[in-house]
C-alpha cells in the first residue's frame, strides 16, 4: 500500500508553485492525470459516471486518501445526457446509443464540418456560420438551425426573418437547446462538488478548464483532423485567416476562465507533433497563435498547463520561446533528457512516464523507470511526476510503487 504522507493544502500547493517556478521544494511534486479511474476506486462503469459525475465522488475522495496526490485533475469527459439530448454524431460513447460497451471511453469523431469552399463564409461572418452550420452537422437534433439567418437587419427583411421561428424543427431545435442548457448546469455542478471533494483531501486543485490552440480549434472542430494538413498547402492564406478568427475566440475563452478563478488553463496540443507537420510549417500555423494564446494566459495570472500529446522531439526549441517559469509542459512521448536539457531553465515539465507501464507492467519496472525519470529530471527543480495519458483504469501494486517511489526517491 502507497506510504501515507500526510500534507495541508497549502504544503501541496507551496511545493507545485516550487517546480513551477523552476526551484526546489521538499520533494517532486505528484500531479498525474487522472481520468475515470475515480470511476474504478468508486465500483461503477464509465456509462455511470458520465451519466452522472456525483457517482464519482466516492472514487475521488477513496483514490486522493490512498494515493495522495498534489494536485487534482477532474475526471474530465463529455456528459452522456447532454449529447443525447442534443442527437450528438461528433463524439461516441458507451452505452446503446453508439453501441461502445459500458466500461470503455468517449472517442471524437473526426469530421468534416466545413467544406473547402465554405472557407469564405465563414471568415465573412464566423458565428453565423457556427450557429446555421457547424451546430447543426454535429449534433442531429440542432437541424433546424440551419434554417435560421441572424443577419437580416433591414425592416420587412428583418420581420419576415422571424417565420422561420414558426418552423416545427427550427422549435425543436431550440427547445433542445433549452434542455441542453439544463443537463449542462448539471454538468458543471457535478464536476464543482468533485472539487469540493477534492478540496476537502487536502489536494489542490489543477486544470479545471481549458483552452486549444488555435490550429486544433480548426482542425479538431470545424474543418477536420486531416484536412487541414492538406489545406496548409493548397489554400494556405484562408488557413491563416481562419486561424487568426478562433485566435480572437481562444483570447475571449481566457478572459472567461480568468473571471472563474482558476489558476491553470490546461491545452491538449494535437495536431502539432512530429508525425503531422514539419518544423517549418509548425513554426508558420501552428506556434505563432499558440504563444499569443499562452501569453494571454499568463498575462491574465493563470499558469498555463499545456499538454504535448504525441512525439514532439523536434519541437523542444520552440517551445522554449515562452516567458521564464510561468509555463508547465506536459509530455507523452519525448527524450526526457532531452527535454530537460532545453526547458529545464524556462519551463516546468512532467509526464513521458507510460500509462501502459502502469496498466500492464510489473511494479519493479515501475521502479525502475520511476527511479529513472527523477534522476533525469528532478535535479535543480522544474519537475513534477506524471504519467503519458489520462489513466482511466489502473493497477493497485502499481500506483502503490509509483507514488511510493516518488515519495522516497523524488526528496530533495
Known amino acids: 500500500m502507497a506510504s501515507i504522507i500526510e500534507n495541508t493544502l497549502e504544503q501541496r500547493t507551496a511545493r507545485v508553485d516550487a517546480a513551477v517556478a523552476l526551484t526546489e521544494g521538499d520533494r517532486v511534486p505528484m500531479a498525474p492525470k487522472i481520468g475515470m479511474a475515480y470511476a474504478q476506486a468508486a465500483g461503477i462503469d464509465r456509462y455511470e459516471a458520465l451519466n452522472d459525475f456525483r457517482l464519482l465522488a466516492p472514487g475521488v475522495e477513496k483514490f486522493l486518501k490512498r494515493w495522495q496526490c498534489d494536485l487534482f485533475w477532474g475526471a474530465a469527459a463529455y456528459p452522456i445526457p447532454m449529447m443525447e439530448v442534443l442527437g450528438t454524431t461528433a463524439i461516441r460513447w458507451p452505452g446503446a446509443t453508439c453501441g461502445v460497451p459500458l466500461d470503455q471511453g468517449f472517442q471524437i469523431v473526426d469530421g468534416t464540418y466545413m467544406e473547402e469552399d465554405e472557407y469564405d463564409e465563414f471568415l465573412h461572418d464566423p458565428s453565423h456560420f457556427c450557429m446555421t452550420k457547424i451546430f447543426p452537422r454535429k449534433h442531429a437534433k440542432l437541424a433546424g438551425l440551419a434554417k435560421l439567418s441572424f443577419n437580416n437587419v433591414v425592416e420587412f427583411g428583418h420581420y419576415g426573418s422571424m417565420a422561420a421561428f414558426a418552423d416545427p424543427e427550427v422549435r425543436q431545435a431550440l427547445l433542445t437547446l433549452m434542455f441542453a442548457g439544463e443537463k449542462s448546469v448539471e454538468w458543471l455542478q457535478g464536476s464543482a462538488s468533485l472539487q469540493q471533494v477534492a478540496l476537502s483531501c487536502q489536494t489542490p486543485l489543477g486544470s479545471m478548464g481549458g483552452q486549444n490552440a488555435p490550429y486544433d480549434m480548426l482542425a ?3 474543418r477536420g483532423f486531416l484536412n487541414v494538413p492538406m489545406d496548409i498547402y493548397e489554400i494556405p492564406e484562408k488557413v491563416k485567416a481562419a486561424i487568426d478568427v478562433l485566435t480572437g475566440y481562444a483570447l475571449q475563452n481566457v478572459h472567461h476562465m480568468k473571471e472563474s478563478g482558476s489558476k491553470y488553463c490546461f491545452m491538449p496540443l494535437h495536431g502539432g507533433t512530429d508525425d503531422f507537420m514539419s518544423v517549418e510549417d509548425y513554426r508558420e500555423f501552428y506556434w505563432p497563435s499558440l504563444r499569443r494564446v499562452i501569453q494571454e494566459i499568463i498575462d491574465c495570472g493563470m499558469i498555463p498547463y499545456i499538454f504535448c500529446e504525441g512525439k514532439y522531439d523536434t519541437r523542444l526549441e520552440v517551445l522554449k520561446e515562452v516567458p521564464k517559469g510561468k509555463v508547465i509542459y506536459m509530455f507523452e512521448q519525448v527524450d526526457i533528457a532531452r527535454a530537460k536539457a532545453v526547458l529545464g531553465d524556462t519551463a516546468c515539465i512532467c509526464g513521458n512516464l507510460p500509462t501502459t507501464l502502469l496498466l500492464y507492467g510489473k511494479p519493479h519496472e515501475v521502479v525502475d523507470e ?19 495519458i489520462v489513466l482511466d483504469h489502473y493497477k493497485e501494486e502499481n500506483l502503490d510503487a509509483w507514488f511510493d517511489t516518488t515519495f522516497q526517491y523524488g526528496k530533495y
Open 220 to 222: 479538431d472542430n470545424i
Open 370 to 388: 520511476t527511479k529513472r525519470l527523477l534522476d533525469t529530471c528532478a535535479p535543480g527543480g522544474g519537475f513534477m511526476m506524471d504519467c503519458s
